[in-house]
């Protein structure tokens, strides 16, 4: 059973910079495709990045150009790089995987397992 667990998550000044880690187990991690969602309060959960087994990454239009997903393969972990912070980034992010398909990255039921999530917020 695959289990992802979230940190580096916390409190930044807009404009500010975060990298979240997310370690998998208990599956094929190089072999497949990973996601970040979040959820903010009273909000539903939306994507916000995911990269493919195959290295291709995809971005919300809310991050692109600010944040960067990366994986390393050799650790287990999927990465987030968070830049230029907004107000409206203040949210619990989740990492999710894996991908059932490489042609839905943005979609949430595309992904078999959820993290328990890490809380950042932004103090403006």
């Known amino acids: 059973q695959v289990q992802l667990v979230e940190s580096g998550g916390g409190l930044v000044q807009a404009g500010g910079s975060l990298k979240l880690s997310c370690v998998v187990s208990?599956?094929?991690?190089?072999?497949?495709?990973w996601g970040w969602f979040r959820q903010a309060p009273g909000k539903e959960r939306e994507f916000v990045a995911a990269v493919t087994w195959y290295g291709s990454r995809h971005y919300a239009d809310a991050v692109k150009g600010r944040f960067a997903v990366t994986r390393n393969n050799s650790k287990n972990t999927l990465y987030l790089q968070l830049n230029s912070f907004k107000p409206e980034d203040t949210a619990v992010y989740y990492c999710?995987?894996?991908?059932?398909?490489?042609?839905?990255?943005?979609?949430?039921?595309?992904?078999?397992?959820w993290g328990h999530g890490t809380q950042v917020t932004v103090s403006s």
């Open positions: 999710a995987g894996p991908m059932r398909s490489a042609d839905l990255p943005y979609t949430p039921a595309n992904y078999d397992a």
């Open positions: 208990g599956g094929s991690f190089s072999s497949s495709g």
